[in-house]
């Protein structure tokens, strides 16, 4: 059992070494919201990027079932997006895409 | 002097009144809420011929969300249970999140462990498609529930597949050597608020989503510390490592109607070879080990019909669950056992449902009993969430 022990203590520390590296060097520090309007108009050579909605309707279906927009007023959406973002281990976009949706349809 | 500092007085009191009256509701910064779910029921139990039978007390779980920034936040969690004739009362986590940049958050506190999904994810009664529990979870289960300590997670967008992480240190486990429950000698338990020794454990969980509609997501998680006994003692040095694979599928199946929601998870708990002390009933103490090994495993099947005409069956929802669970051969908990569950649930709301669900389990050896038990089980639970 020690080996094993050392070696998921040394596994553990070269991860988070790794993931803190690839956090730091990736560019773009702050998702910057995209537009439906942008993306609609975006040269169809790129990806069509999921709305909103369409995040909300496969993302927060996992392990419950989805709220509705009209659930909650936006303030509550705003802690519950944070708290679902960490919970669930969203990407940031994901959550922040999820929450401009649900605070618009409400 | 006096007419500035009247002027002042005028000003600042003016101002307190004109923000009184004329409230902006401007959404403050630092935000509350609480939350939480509850659930009731009924149970009858038929074992070995014996019946028993019991409506449930409240078990009420209050959730306290303190958002301070965008990046900050506090969560907690109590549980009140009527168990016994008492008052239990829990707290099932109290941690502190903070979001140091788009892939990595730190938490520390008491919080849920990633180990598998059940526990952090799925346990809530509001979630949980069926009113109890699979086999090797709860109070005598090999999977560890929550842990103090700290913890970095974050996930990854890979352009469509996603990848997450969780990645922990905290007080470890701690090994029940028998001397005040000879019976349980050999079991880890988790739920320790002190530390008993200077050995952490480690552990984490890396998830992947190879699909971009997010509807599947397989885990691999592990857990390892180099000692669980008490400081200074034989045990000291006992080491332990698990590890769990974990599986989820969600997605609406036109052809079927509805929705197909597939759980399962597998645990392997390995403890270090201890020596134990077994004292007979005429006063004579005998020495025994055993190979420390045990596992368990669940899946689940359910399926909502939501998108037929009838607005009544739009919130039925079909369950089936197979569990096991192996405690090691040689110990005094040994034990083999198999449920089977079966459930149908009406969804009231999206955080309200009333699950109805039958159970057998056969139980070959537990705590101290010998031989087979066959166990039948009827629920009726009754779940909120709010």
């Known amino acids: ?56 309707g496969e993302v927060c279906n996992r392990c419950h079932i989805a709220p509705s927009p009209s659930d909650y007023n936006d303030t509550d959406w705003e802690t519950i997006s944070l708290h679902m973002r960490v919970r669930a281990n969203l990407t940031e976009k994901e959550s922040k895409k999820i929450e401009e949706f649900l605070k618009s349809a409400n | 002097m006096k007419k500035l500092i009247l002027s002042l007085f005028v000003f600042v009191f003016g101002y307190q009144l004109y923000g009184q009256t004329y409230n902006t509701f401007e959404p403050s910064k630092t935000q509350f809420m609480l939350r939480g779910y509850g659930h009731t029921g009924f149970e009858y139990m038929d074992s070995n011929d014996e019946a028993e039978s019991k409506f449930l007390g409240l078990t009420y779980a209050p959730i306290f969300l ?230 368990s495993f669940y899946a689940q099947l359910s399926y909502r019909p939501t998108m037929v005409e009838s607005d009544f069956m739009k919130k039925l929802e079909f369950v089936g669950r197979y569990s096991d669970f192996n405690a090691p051969e040689g110990a005094e908990w040994e034990e083999a056992s198999v449920q089977y569950a079966f459930g149908l649930n009406y969804w009231l709301s999206w955080r309200s449902v009333i699950k109805l669900s039958y159970q057998t389990t056969e139980t070959e050896g537990g705590h101290g009993a010998d031989g087979i038990t066959n166990t039948d089980g009827l629920f009726i639970h009754w779940a909120i969430g709010f």
């Open chain 2, 66 to 295: 303190y958002k301070h920034s965008d990046r900050l936040m506090f969560e907690a969690e109590l549980e009140f249970k009527l168990e016994g004739n008492e008052l239990e009362i829990g707290l099932e986590y109290a941690d502190v999140m903070y979001v140091l940049n788009k892939n990595i958050t730190v938490r520390a506190g008491k919080f849920l462990l990633p180990f598998g999904t059940f526990m952090e994810r799925l346990h809530p009664a509001w979630i949980n498609r069926l009113p109890n529990a699979p086999l090797g979870y709860g109070h005598d289960g090999i999977a560890p529930s929550s842990g103090i300590g700290v913890e970095l997670r974050g996930a990854f967008d890979l352009g469509g597949p996603r990848l997450n992480y969780s990645i922990y240190s905290t007080n470890g486990p701690r090994l029940n050597d028998g001397s005040e429950e000879p019976e349980e000698a050999g079991i880890l338990q988790f739920e320790n608020f002190e530390d008993n020794n200077l050995a952490k454990a480690y552990g984490g969980r890396i998830g992947i989503l190879p699909f971009s509609d997010s509807s599947a997501e397989l885990g691999f998680s592990a857990y390892s510390t180099s000692g669980t006994g008490e400081e200074d003692s034989q045990y000291e040095d006992v080491g332990a490592f698990l590890f769990a694979l974990d599986f989820s599928y969600v997605k609406p199946i036109s052809p079927l109607k509805g929705i197909v929601d597939i759980k399962a998870q597998y645990n392997n708990s390995n403890v270090d070879t201890a020596t134990f002390i077994e004292v007979h009933e005429d006063g004579d103490a005998e020495e025994y080990s055993f190979d420390n090994q045990s596992n």
């Open chain 1, 1 to 56: 059992m020690k080996s094993i022990h050392k070696i998921t203590v040394t596994v553990a520390s070269i991860l988070v070494v790794l993931i803190t590296i690839v956090a730091c060097t990736s560019t773009k520090e702050v998702y910057t919201p995209v537009l439906e309007k942008e993306v609609a108009d975006s040269d169809q050579e790129f990806k069509i990027e999921k709305s909103g909605a369409q995040l909300w």
